[in-house]
């Protein structure tokens, strides 16, 4: 089998990572689109949120990612024991998150939920693919926000109860509304009606790691 090989560069992302809050525990942070989480192997990608966060608080660690082009909320823990509450928290499925994101086309339902699971597409590197049998389960629900037209377009806030790579992409995709500006998966025409993937991490609610107290933030949607 040959092996993948991942040929992406990064372009240069000139956006700043805007810091909305921080304490002694953890920092909340806006992620700009075109910005890697973390930094790949090929020094050429050596940018990203972690690489950016360690310069001001030298002891930060990714609890969980964004894709290069989604914008939006992240947690970043500022010490392993943060670390380990968030991302058991993660797992344990008692974090919401909800996306904001324009789909090509007017969907013909106001809300949904796409059930399909999802696995690595081994012959493209990096996609996922719907996978009945062997992939693992991803839920996504969806409420149509309003209608575009001239071309139509579906505003949609995305509430995933799963976390797979990729998710809200492919699940777009696989309902026939790709998400404007992806990449990776839809047609040609979603690709070139927007500048950007307009995916955005709009809120996140989780626990206080050491209080227990119910945080939620929020974060404004550029587009």
Do not use: W
Not at 2 to 17: H, Q, S
Not at 156 to 174: D, K, M, N, S, Y
Not at 206 to 221: A, G, N, Q
């Amino acid at each position: 089998m040959n092996k993948i090989v991942d040929t992406f560069i990064a372009p240069l992302c000139l956006e700043d990572i805007e810091v909305i809050h921080k304490n002694e525990s953890f920092v909340l942070i806006s992620k700009p689109s075109g910005l890697l989480s973390l930094s790949g192997k090929n020094p050429l990608n050596h940018d990203s949120v972690h690489s950016r966060l360690k310069k001001l608080f030298p002891t930060a660690t990714l609890v969980h990612r964004l894709d290069f082009g989604t914008s939006g909320i992240m947690i970043v823990a500022l010490n392993k024991q943060v670390n380990a509450n968030i991302t058991k928290q993660f797992q344990q499925g008692a974090i919401t998150k909800h996306y904001k994101a324009i789909l090509e086309g007017h969907l013909p339902d106001d809300q949904g939920i796409i059930n399909l699971p999802i696995a690595k597409d081994e012959s493209i590197f990096p996609r996922v693919k719907i996978a009945e049998q062997s992939g693992k389960p991803a839920i996504t629900r969806y409420i149509v926000e309003h209608r575009l037209t001239s071309p139509d377009r579906t505003v949609v806030q995305f509430r995933p109860t799963t976390g797979r790579t990729h998710q809200l992409r492919i699940h777009a995709e696989a309902i026939g509304h790709p998400i404007l500006g992806c990449d990776l998966y839809g047609s040609d025409i979603s690709y070139r009606l927007a500048k950007r993937l307009m995916l955005h991490a709009e809120s996140i609610e989780f626990k206080h790691p050491e209080t227990s107290v119910i945080l939620r933030t929020t974060s404004v949607c550029p587009f």
